[in-house]
Nanobody
Framework: VQLVESGGGLVQAGGSLRLSCLAS????????MGWFRQAPGKEREFVAS????????YYGDFVKGRFTISRDNAKSTLFLQMNSLKPEDTAVYYC??????????????????RGQGTQVTVSS
């Protein structure tokens, strides 16, 4: 399984970024997928997840309507559109697969495979 994130970078507060995650080595369309993040000195934090067909989405409490998770199963790609970014959103963002068979779609423990991460830095 290989998950490769892209789209991170440096942005000013209030700006937007769109993260992408290209998946290979798995039948992408079969799995719930998601994003989590980790800031320096902090624990990993659940960001969002989306079921296999995009029918259900879940978000961390801090998102408050600013982020949108989506997927393109034909291209085996997961997305995270991030708007109204804040300095506290600065972190490495990871794409990950939700462990098959779990009904937990909203915690770090639900993820098994993850990518190498992409850095998001929001300046004030």
């Amino acid at each position: 399984v290989q998950l490769v994130e892209s789209g991170g970078g440096l942005v000013q507060a209030g700006g937007s970024l769109r993260l992408s995650c290209l998946a290979s080595g798995l039948t992408f369309r079969m799995y719930t997928m998601g994003w989590f993040r980790q800031a320096p000195g902090k624990e990993r934090e659940f960001v969002a997840s989306i079921t296999w067909n995009g029918g259900s989405t879940y978000y961390g409490d801090f998102v408050k309507g600013r982020f949108t998770i989506s997927r393109d199963n034909a291209k085996s790609t997961l997305f995270l559109q991030m708007n109204s970014l804040k300095p506290e959103d600065t972190a490495v963002y990871y794409c990950a697969r939700v462990r098959p068979g779990t009904t937990d779609h909203v915690s770090i423990q639900a993820f098994d495979y993850r990518g190498q991460g992409t850095q998001v830095t929001v300046s004030s």
